[in-house]
């Protein structure tokens, strides 16, 4: 990794949002194994790399209908440790999680960069492009906060609706947000590169 990328990663604090819902206990990813495994590998992978540049640790938002749980300052052993103790049930309250997230960036005068695992439609379409709105108009800059969503299976109108929030959200006073399937995010050769891109779309 080039120095340049990381002192840009340096300059933010990081929030992962994760869906335990139950859909992400379908077992339609690569060896048979559930969306819910497959992610874990991927979302540990990031917080490992993101954490040996911030000491402070990440925050971690887990949601389902059932619960949403937030907590600060993870490392990468609290992150492994959240997701063994969890297992998919429950719908999908992403503008929850999206309001818990929120609430824990802007902690420090960093950037933020959140970063949510999901698979599915959320329960309520227009509440969570509305909290990303409200949350765009609290903004100074374009680059304080970046959203990347990656999405988990293969369900095609998930697909659309995280790409319609990636190029179609009107009201919005920045654009912040970027979607990735888990495969395009795998592409990328670092954590670096991967986070690069989504604050330079």
């Not at 992962?16 to 206990?25: A, E, F, L, T």
């Not at 990735?180 to 590169?193: N, R, V, Y």
Request: glycine letters at 8%; aromatic letters at 6%.
């Amino acid at each position: 990794m080039e120095e340049a990328q990381l002192a840009k990663l340096s300059e933010c604090d990081f929030v992962i949002v994760i869906d335990k819902s139950g859909s992400m206990g379908e077992e339609d990813m690569p060896g048979g194994r559930s969306r819910w495994d497959y992610m874990q590998e991927t979302a540990c992978a990031f917080t490992r790399d993101v954490c040996k540049l911030d000491a402070d640790g990440v925050g971690v938002v887990l949601f389902s209908g059932a619960s949403i749980v937030a907590e600060d300052g993870c490392n990468y052993d609290k992150v492994k440790q959240i997701l063994s103790n969890n297992k998919p049930s429950g719908g999908t309250p992403l503008h929850s999680a999206l309001e818990a997230a929120f609430k824990l960036a802007g902690k420090s005068d960093k950037k933020d960069f959140v970063l949510v695992f999901t698979d599915g439609v959320p329960d309520d379409k227009a509440a969570a492009a509305d909290v990303i709105r409200r949350q765009t108009q609290k903004m100074n800059s374009d680059d304080e906060l970046t959203v990347l969503f990656v999405q988990v299976g293969r369900d095609e109108a998930a697909g659309r609706y995280l790409k319609k929030l990636d190029d179609d959200l009107t009201g919005c006073k920045y654009d912040i947000v970027d979607a990735k399937t888990i495969d395009e995010a795998e592409k990328f050769g670092s954590t670096a590169e991967l986070v690069l891109a989504a604050i330079a779309d």
